[in-house]
């Protein structure tokens, strides 16, 4: 009996490995490029995802899924149980960016909206998730349509608001794990600008950073320019601050551990000869290790009193540290196992030479908080290339830079793009609802 079984599971893997993938997702491409220029063309803005929503619900419906929409937002769930075996949970990000976009291709976006603070602004798929939301319904498609191939639970998660850090919090907050299904695997996709269409880049263990976007209030005693030794100038302080700054991550943290203090927005004053009485400073914070994330908050609170101190104010005019918490994304740990698992099954299918490996980047994703439930789930995120393989040559010999994610012009090669994301998603989960 135990012969007889192992050589089933070895037939069976054979015939997994003997799918024609390539094949197979070719047929479906005419299909999944109409759905790639309909996303593309009709972009919504985070927690606006409503008929983004509804028509991802709709192909995941016609495949025969069992379909929940309005998950934490705008988010889409749909399960489809093909016998015992493990959970699979792919996900794709469904929000759009505020940016007009000048791409000059013909199905460039034209939609423009009304933002929350009253102002007309243009909406692009800037940072790809047009083709994160077709790779995935492609994904699903292949993944049906051979079901013979694997037996288990697939989990298809649409998630909104990724742009601004809410939508996966919103989806584990609902229940996703106990409401829907406890995944024995979390699989994502990001599409690269700096990586040629038709490869793939993985990165064990740390993947994207921890992103804490904050405000400092710096306070002071305004008056008369003339009249400087009346006053206790902020801007000052606030330039005093943003020097001392960079000594957290250059004399604090340790040089092994990665860390970014950057200061994006300093305004004060309104006339030449007035020292105002306030100055405001944005900082955006990264790093990969949850230590060192709260060494700089600790840090920055420091620094900024001990230089108000210094400065002669009281503690009740010491700058206003706002760390914004709901906006915090936690960094991205791919677990090395799995993304060695998926490094062997993409390779496989891909070839070798289509698949590299990817340093860790300082760019936040908060597809990492899947990763860090109760649960203790195991996931994967890799990128795939979006460049138009012609133009990223010429870019290597000329060194002029690619139009970078959240560039108006940035336009990938959505055909190959899509293809390729098809074809490693469906690989990596085909092996392992059989390795499990």
């Given at each position: 009996m135990k012969k007889l079984t192992l050589s089933l599971a070895l037939l069976l893997s054979a015939n997994i490995h003997a799918l024609d993938l390539d094949k197979s997702v070719q047929q479906s491409l005419p299909k999944l490029n109409q759905l790639y220029l309909h996303l593309h063309q009709n972009p919504e803005l985070s927690y606006q995802e409503?008929?983004?929503g509804k028509r991802l619900a709709k192909e995941l419906d016609?495949?025969?899924?069992d379909v929940t929409s309005n998950v934490g937002g705008f988010g889409v769930v749909g399960l489809y149980k093909n016998g015992?075996?493990?959970?699979?949970?792919i996900r794709a990000d469904t929000d759009g960016l505020p940016i007009v976009e000048q791409t000059g291709k013909p199905y460039a976006s034209k939609?423009?909206?009304?933002?929350?603070?009253?102002n007309q602004v243009g909406v692009m798929h800037g940072c790809a998730h047009d083709i994160h939301m077709t790779s995935m319904i492609g994904s699903a498609e292949q993944l049906i349509k051979h079901k013979d191939q694997w037996q288990g639970t697939l989990m298809m998660v649409a998630q909104p608001a990724e742009e601004v850090g809410g939508g996966a919090k919103a989806m584990i907050k609902e229940g996703l794990f106990k409401q829907f299904a406890k995944p024995d695997y979390v699989l994502g996709l990001h599409t690269s600008a700096s990586l040629p269409a038709g490869q793939v880049a993985i990165a064990p263990g740390y993947a994207l950073a921890n992103v804490d976007s904050v405000d400092i209030s710096v306070k002071g005693k305004g008056g008369h320019g003339a009249y400087p030794h009346t006053t206790i100038d902020p801007v000052v302080l606030a330039s005093r601050i943003v020097l001392g700054l960079q000594t957290i991550t250059s004399r604090e943290i340790s040089p092994l551990k990665p860390s970014v203090i950057t200061v994006g927005s300093i305004h004060g004053g309104s006339k030449h000869n007035i020292i105002?009485?306030?100055?405001?400073?944005q900082l955006t914070l990264r790093s990969y290790d949850p230590a060192v994330r709260e060494q700089q908050i600790a840090a920055i609170k420091r620094l900024t009193a001990g230089i108000a101190q210094s400065a002669g104010l009281e503690e009740s005019l010491y700058p206003e540290v706002l760390v914004h918490e709901s906006e915090s994304i936690p960094s991205t740990y791919n677990n090395p196992e799995l993304a060695t698992r998926m490094t062997k099954s993409i390779k496989q299918e891909l070839g070798d030479s289509q698949v590299v490996k990817a340093e860790p980047v300082m760019a936040g994703e908060d597809f990492g908080l899947f990763g860090r439930t109760e649960e203790n789930i195991p996931i994967t995120i890799f990128w795939l290339g979006g460049v138009e393989p012609s133009s990223y040559q010429a870019a290597m010999k000329t060194g002029e830079p690619l139009p970078s994610l959240h560039s108006s012009k940035f336009a990938p090669d959505y055909e190959l793009a899509v293809h390729t994301g098809v074809r490693a998603m469906t690989a990596s989960a085909l092996d392992l609802f059989k390795q499990n």
């Open positions: 409503e008929q983004t016609q495949l025969g899924f015992n075996g493990p959970t699979v949970m939609v423009k909206v009304i933002d929350k603070h009253n105002s009485n306030e100055v405001k400073l």
